[in-house]
Nanobody, 121 residues
Framework: QVQLVESGGGLVQAGGSLRLSCAAS????????MVWFRQAPGKEREFVAW?????YYADSVKGRFTISRDNAKNTVYLQMNSLKPEDTAVYYC?????????????????WGQGTQVTVSS
């Protein structure tokens, strides 16, 4: 069992930055791929970024967002720069054993509660 808790969301102006954190507890964090999804009002939850032995990003955030992890702290981060109003969403972290890149929400068993990010224009 893995428990995930996100933090770091908030309100920021367009062009600004935020860093999200996701703290994990439970089984060996280093054995899990960690991912960020987001869900805007009225839209499906969509993949944002993946961290395993490498990283992988959705095209919409590539070059602006950076996912990183600190296995000693059992924490994954999402550094978000050059934020746009269309980045407004609830951001969720999720975990999955193994390091096959998966971008579909159904592949992930463990989820956090989400943190709201609002980007004003």
């Amino acid at each position: 069992q893995v428990q995930l808790v996100e933090s770091g969301g908030g309100l920021v102006q367009a062009g600004g930055s935020l860093r999200l954190s996701c703290a994990a507890s439970g089984r060996a964090f280093s054995d899990y791929a960690m991912v960020w999804f987001r869900q805007a009002p009225g839209k499906e939850r969509e993949f944002v970024a993946w961290s395993g032995r490498s990283t992988y990003y959705a095209d919409s955030v590539k070059g602006r967002f950076t996912i990183s992890r600190d296995n000693a702290k059992n924490t994954v981060y999402l550094q978000m720069n050059s934020l746009k109003p269309e980045d407004t969403a609830v951001y969720y972290c999720a975990a999955r054993a193994g390091f096959v890149i998966q971008t579909t929400r159904n592949e992930y068993k463990y989820w956090g509660q989400g943190t709201q990010v609002t980007v004003s224009s």
